[in-house]
T-cell receptor, first 113, second 113 residues
Framework: EPEVTQTPSHQVTQMGQEVILRCVPI?????FYWYRQILGQKVEFLVS????????KSEIFDDQFSVERPDGSNFTLKIRSTKLEDSAMYFC???????????FGDGTRLSIL | QKEVEQNSGPLSVPEGAIASLNCTYS??????FFWYRQYSGKSPELIMF????GDKEDGRFTAQLNKASQYVSLLIRDSQPSDSATYLC?????????????FGEGTQLTVNP
């Protein structure tokens, strides 16, 4: 069964450094998403991406965050200058159509020191 | 007011029993409803989705939706110890060019052998 893959599984970064989280969505999916989950808290929406542009973003997704689809398969989330509070699990998801179920990758655990 | 609210847990049922998980949502524009299962330290895994009022059954799982009451539930019949996990209710509000899943905080289910 096709799946969303994310790399790395765990990223440790010094505060203030830039980090790029990578995702390969399911190949025939058109809609891509990033969510995060701080330890012990609920899953929170960050951004959705369709047709090579951001279609919706949350209040969390400020100027420190950016997304890109650099080629036909990868979808990346960049955090420009990381803060301690960015420590969380980051999940990439994709769906075939706008109202279809979103399938999640295994996540990247981001630890900011 | 929380956008998606789930019945407080943890919920504990004996093996073979029916587990009932409930969720209410605040936005009447919500169009799609999902149940995800999340094991500790893992990513959300899609269990069920429902778009129309009524019941939808898939194996041991039944999702129920009542849009007038803004209520969605998940029944797990013949509960197994492997069903022990946190169950996340998620609601999708489709905007014109994107969508986002809004998650509840989850209900932790324990099935006792």
């Amino acid at each position: 069964e096709p799946e969303v893959t994310q790399t790395p599984s765990h990223q440790v970064t010094q505060m203030g450094q830039e980090v790029i989280l990578r995702c390969v969505p399911i190949s025939n999916h058109l809609y891509f998403y990033w969510y995060r989950q701080i330890l012990g808290q609920k899953v929170e929406f960050l951004v959705s991406f369709y047709n090579n542009e951001i279609s919706e973003k949350s209040e969390i997704f400020d100027d420190q965050f950016s997304v890109e689809r650099p080629d036909g398969s990868n979808f990346t989330l960049k955090i420009r200058s990381t803060k301690l509070e960015d420590s969380a699990m980051y999940f990439c998801a994709s769906s075939g159509e706008i109202n279809q179920p979103q399938h999640f990758g295994d996540g990247t655990r981001l630890s900011i020191l | 007011q929380k956008e998606v609210e789930q019945n407080s847990g943890p919920l504990s049922v004996p093996e073979g029993a029916i587990a009932s998980l409930n969720c209410t949502y605040s936005d009447r524009g919500s169009q799609s409803f999902f149940w995800y299962r999340q094991y500790s330290g893992k990513s959300p895994e899609l269990i069920m989705f429902i778009y129309s009022n009524g019941d939808k059954e898939d194996g041991r799982f039944t999702a129920q939706l009542n849009k007038a009451s803004q209520y969605v539930s998940l029944l797990i019949r013949d509960s197994q110890p492997s069903d022990s996990a946190t169950y996340l209710c998620a609601v999708n509000i489709e905007e014109t060019s994107g969508s986002r899943l809004t998650f509840g905080e989850g209900t932790q289910l324990t099935v006792n052998p």
